[in-house]
């Protein structure tokens, strides 16, 4: 099942730089993209989300970007903090359904 | 803020034997799920609960296992004759309302060991 992609397992920044952190999806279905964040021994917890008639939204330091016609997403962490040191999911919901579709996700490190 | 709670936090059973893993959505929500996340994998829809009733299932979610509201407040996850590859965290969610309306929040997960 490679519906959900995130091709990079890791990411290390600096702190108070730019962390962007990429999923690319192959279904033409998917319409509702959410962002999850976890630590070790914690549940994913939801961070933001944009549906399919967006292209941008915007939450504080996080932004989600949708590229539709490249079936691809982003997330940017600015600036980065320390505390955003966690993995990073990805998660997909097909029109009509009510069950995500989840990434491998990334592991973010921010250096002090 | 309002979370869900699993219990136990860990597990372990024999292969074999039966498992409940037990949750508590948050309280207004209406909206219930079951993933799961093998070690090294991604994390993988089982089930979502409405109304007192499955509303979707996943093709992991065969005969062995089922779900239940057994009251206002829990909901469970059986997992009959455990196997060995169903080591795995279990992770109960809720959500207010359909996803694209609500997203999902998360408990902090069962490690389920099965020997």
């Known amino acids: 099942d490679q519906q959900v992609k995130q091709n990079s397992p890791s990411l290390s920044v600096q702190e108070g730089r730019i962390s962007i952190l990429n999923c690319d999806y192959t279904n033409s279905m998917f319409d509702y993209f959410l962002w999850y964040k976890k630590y070790p021994a914690e549940g994913p917890t939801f961070l933001i989300s944009i549906s399919s008639i967006k292209d941008k939204n915007e939450d504080g330091r996080f932004t989600v970007f949708l590229n539709k016609s490249a079936k691809h997403l982003s997330l940017h962490i600015v600036p980065s903090q320390p505390g955003d040191s966690a993995v990073y999911f990805c998660a997909v919901l097909q029109t009509g359904a009510n069950n995500l579709f989840f990434g491998t996700g990334t592991r973010l490190t921010v250096i002090p | 803020e309002p979370e869900v709670t699993q219990t136990p936090s860990h597990q372990v059973t024999q292969m074999g034997q039966e498992v409940i893993l037990r949750c508590v959505p948050i309280s207004n929500h209406l909206y219930f799920y079951w993933y799961r996340q093998i070690l090294g994998q991604k994390v993988e829809f089982l089930v979502s609960f409405y109304n007192n009733e499955i509303s979707e299932k996943s093709e992991i979610f065969d005969d062995q296992f089922s779900v239940e509201r057994p009251d206002g407040s829990n909901f469970t996850l059986k997992i009959r004759s455990t196997k060995l590859e169903d080591s795995a965290m279990y992770f109960c969610?809720?959500?207010?309302?359909?996803?694209?309306?609500?997203?999902?929040?998360f408990g902090d997960g069962t490690r389920l060991s099965i020997l």
């Open positions: 969610a809720s959500s207010g309302d359909r996803v694209g309306n609500q997203p999902q929040h």
